[in-house]
């Protein structure tokens, strides 16, 4: 029985080769992301594992030292603490608490102590939270946040904030910040267990291996359907 019949037309040949293209070039992109992600992976665990030190004073700060292990002293402005809504753990909506710390020198810097569950937002409910003694706090920096497109804008005046602007929380609070850092905390325990520490994502996820097989293995397909098709036997093709 003769084999290749039919031959491609010009049409299914600039189709296919497109679809090839689109599909390895997907493919590739992932592979790139894959690097990138470990990379990124990497470089805040090293950040994240040297020896702390104290919050920079610094109103510039250096993209450089994100993730970077850090410490204050001091007491918490309590009756200004902030809530960063929408924020989940193992399934459970709740918010993060931001509170100033006030330093010995008179310097305020931000803090993000942790998760807390959505129920917990009156401080009556959760009253070991509100520490009046001077606390040594450790995580790791972070930097100002920017709104991405799909968030909400910020509602000081209902205490509620979608990304950390550390400029408009300042400000609402009434507080001039020594810095524009601010540190989220490890998971050291706190009184009552509230607010959870260790909510920075040092190790973040990374599916972009599996996303490049995908999309290489539907390269891969798309060449071998293509070949057979045009190996049907001649019967196959008068009766078609």
């Given at each position: 029985m003769p084999l290749l019949t039919t031959r491609p037309s010009i049409a299914m040949k600039i189709s296919v080769s497109l679809a090839l293209v689109i599909l390895i070039g997907l493919g590739s992109w992932q592979v790139d992301r894959l690097f990138w992600k470990q990379n990124l992976i990497n470089e805040r665990h090293t950040q994240a594992e040297k020896p702390p030190i104290a919050v920079p004073l610094t109103q510039t700060p250096?993209?450089?030292?994100?993730?970077?292990?850090a410490f204050a002293e001091g007491r918490f402005l309590n009756d200004q603490e902030m809530h960063l809504m929408a924020r989940t753990r193992r399934g459970n909506v709740g918010f993060?608490?931001?509170?100033?710390?006030?330093?010995?020198?008179?310097?305020?810097?931000l803090i993000n102590r942790g998760w807390v569950p959505q129920d917990y937002r009156d401080p009556a409910?959760?009253?070991?939270?509100?520490?009046?003694?001077?606390?040594?706090?450790?995580?790791?920096?972070?930097?100002?946040?920017?709104?991405?497109?799909?968030?909400?804008?910020?509602?000081?005046?209902?205490?509620?904030?979608?990304?950390?602007?550390?400029?408009?929380?300042?400000?609402?609070?009434?507080?001039?910040?020594?810095?524009?850092?601010?540190?989220e905390l490890d998971e050291t325990p706190v009184p009552g267990g509230l607010p959870i520490g260790g909510q920075a994502k040092v190790d973040l996820p990374n599916s972009h291996l599996q996303y490049a097989i995908t999309?290489?293995?539907?390269?891969?397909?798309?060449?071998?359907?293509?070949?057979?098709?045009?190996?049907?036997?001649?019967?196959?093709?008068?009766?078609?």
């Amino acid at each position: 029985m003769p084999l290749l019949t039919t031959r491609p037309s010009i049409a299914m040949k600039i189709s296919v080769s497109l679809a090839l293209v689109i599909l390895i070039g997907l493919g590739s992109w992932q592979v790139d992301r894959l690097f990138w992600k470990q990379n990124l992976i990497n470089e805040r665990h090293t950040q994240a594992e040297k020896p702390p030190i104290a919050v920079p004073l610094t109103q510039t700060p250096d993209s450089a030292m994100a993730f970077r292990s850090a410490f204050a002293e001091g007491r918490f402005l309590n009756d200004q603490e902030m809530h960063l809504m929408a924020r989940t753990r193992r399934g459970n909506v709740g918010f993060h608490l931001i509170t100033p710390l006030e330093q010995a020198d008179g310097s305020v810097i931000l803090i993000n102590r942790g998760w807390v569950p959505q129920d917990y937002r009156d401080p009556a409910t959760r009253p070991e939270s509100v520490i009046e003694d001077v606390v040594r706090v450790t995580g790791v920096l972070r930097l100002p946040q920017v709104k991405h497109w799909v968030q909400p804008e910020n509602e000081p005046l209902k205490n509620q904030w979608f990304f950390v602007d550390v400029d408009a929380m300042a400000e609402d609070s009434g507080t001039e910040l020594a810095t524009r850092y601010y540190l989220e905390l490890d998971e050291t325990p706190v009184p009552g267990g509230l607010p959870i520490g260790g909510q920075a994502k040092v190790d973040l996820p990374n599916s972009h291996l599996q996303y490049a097989i995908t999309w290489y293995s539907l390269a891969l397909s798309l060449i071998v359907i293509f070949v057979l098709y045009h190996r049907r036997p001649k019967d196959d093709d008068a009766s078609s």
